[in-house]
Structures are given as C-alpha cells and as structure tokens.
C-alpha cells in the first residue's frame, strides 16, 4: 500500500540510489517513469555533445551516456576512456578537457539504443552542495512579481541569491508530488542552468565563462504560497521542496552553446506559458559567476539557475497554479525539453 511518505521517496529515489554504490534501492517497476509524457524526448538535432546520466533498462545501474544528433545513445561506461568514473558526471566535470575530448571521440564512433528507450536522470542526480539560484534576473518578471506584490522597491544593484536544496533535483521526464496539506500553489519557472567546471573564489567577470562546463535546462518550480506566506517571506523552503527542481535533460559543454539569445519556453498542458530570451536577462552569466564566487568558492558540478523569465502563474490574472494531472513541459530550444506530470501524491 502506498503512503505518502512512500511516494517523496520515490521522487527522491534516484539521488538515494545514486549514493549507495550504484545498488538501485526501489523495484524496477518503480523506476519505470509513466508512459507518455514520461517518455525521453529525442533531441531535435544539431552536433552538440549532449551528455546525460542514464539507466539502459529498469534493472541496471546509472551511468553516463551521449545522445547523438539521430537521437542514439552512446554508453560511455563501455567505452575505455582514461580519468574519470563513468557511472559519475562530475567526475568527468572534474577531469577537464582532455577526459571531454575523449568523450567527444566515443561518442563519434559508438553506437547505442534509441534515447526514447532508456531512462534519463537528471544529469547530476545527486548534487552533493545546493543548486544556487539568481532571483529575478528578467526585469519584466521583477515587474510582474511588483505588481502582485505591490511595493515599489527599486531593482537590486547585485544579483539576488538563494539555493535550493539537493532534494529538488528530479529527473527531466519524472512526476513532480502535489500533497495539498504542503502546498496547492505549485508554479513554473524556466530558467537556463550553468554547470560550473573549473570552480574558484573571486573569479573576474572578465575569466568566469572559462569555468563554466556546460548549459542544462532546470525548472526552478516553486510553492508560492510557502515561498510568499511562510517562513518570514523568506524563500529558501518554498524552493526547495522534493522533486520541485527538474533538470536535464542533459548537459551540453560550453563549447557547444552560446548562452546569449537562447529561447525559453514553459507550456503547460500543451499552452505557452513563457515565452523568452536569454538574452533579456539582466545579469548575464559572467556577472552572476563573479559575484556568486566573490569570497565564495565554487566548485566543479555546482549548479546555478540563472533565473526566470515573465509568465509565471502566481503573476497571471486570476493566478495559476499547477495540479494534478497537468504536464509542464521546460524547453530551451536548441538545448532540450523538459516533461513532467504533476502528480497527487497518495492519500
Ligand atoms: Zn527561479
């Protein structure tokens, strides 16, 4: 019989898996994600390495793979690449640029199953530090956030910082919990996640975009009446609930992408919800680097999401929020697509 307790653990289920030596804790069955929108999205071409963390079937430990552009995965753990741990994306973060080429090398030659036939995590399933966060970056989503707020504060000088515990992170296809005794006003924020490489203290803004690893896609989902009515109007808890951080659906080096003008998009039940650029945030990706990293070291696979653009539902007149049954889908295109079901947790 399932319990409330039984169904957040299963949402967490991956990241406990993850640290217990690769022995996957839960039943296959568990593991295998609702059919339709749980299905992995093919990526819509073009030569970016993409690098996930994947499981090739129910019963089989995560390890890190390549989907090439016709949507195949290349299982690196088969491949014999020197320096890093193959079952560890930040492993091979940590092993530079020499690991990464070689990684570039098998996934040119190797051969794998369609990615609709695995099971994507999110790429680091189990971050060991929080995902940091930069609170409104897009001006229009600090003006749409004024208006329900009411106030009249005037935009901040330096970026706003918050982080979201480790707990969040979910998978770029699986459910998302909706327990209405912990929040029934679950909301949507697309945002471009920054996987740091080379890590530092007091980076210069001038350096900072030579540690950056790679881009993600992240959904920094929100209870907005916690983040808003609870906890002294302070955000963290609101932020950081089990699952409330879809990431994925994998990483594409720096290399690869130009983070300037990347489109976003958040549809919910198939209808356009945001619709942006990056190239509207306020704060470019240099900038939040080197004032996240000012007396702060960073380190390599520390995550940050860079903030959301306007559209969210708490803004919208009257308010939305997400319930069960509803598919909200995080695109940046050219990067990838989350899907995720929102989903009761049970009585
Ligand atoms: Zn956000």
Redesign the pocket.
Known sequence: MSTRRDFLHLTAAMTGAMTAAGALARPAAALTPASGPGRPIPPAGGDALRLVTFLPDAGSTPRLGAVRADGRVVDLSRAALPGFDPARMVSLIEAGPAALDAVRGAAASGDGPPVETVRLLAPIPAPTRNIY?V?WNYLEHFAEGQAVRGTNMEYPAHPVFFTKGVNTVNGPYDPIPFDPEVSTAIDW?V?LAVIIGTGGRNIPEADAMRHVFGYSVIN?T?ARDMQIKLHGGQWFKGKSLDGYGPIGPWIVPAADLDPADLHLITRVNGVVKQDASTRQMYFKVARIIAELSHGLTLVPGDII?T??PPGIGNARKPPEFLKPGDVMETEIVGLGTLRNVIQAVPA
């Open positions: 966060a609170g924020e945002e920094d929100t999401a903030g959301t």
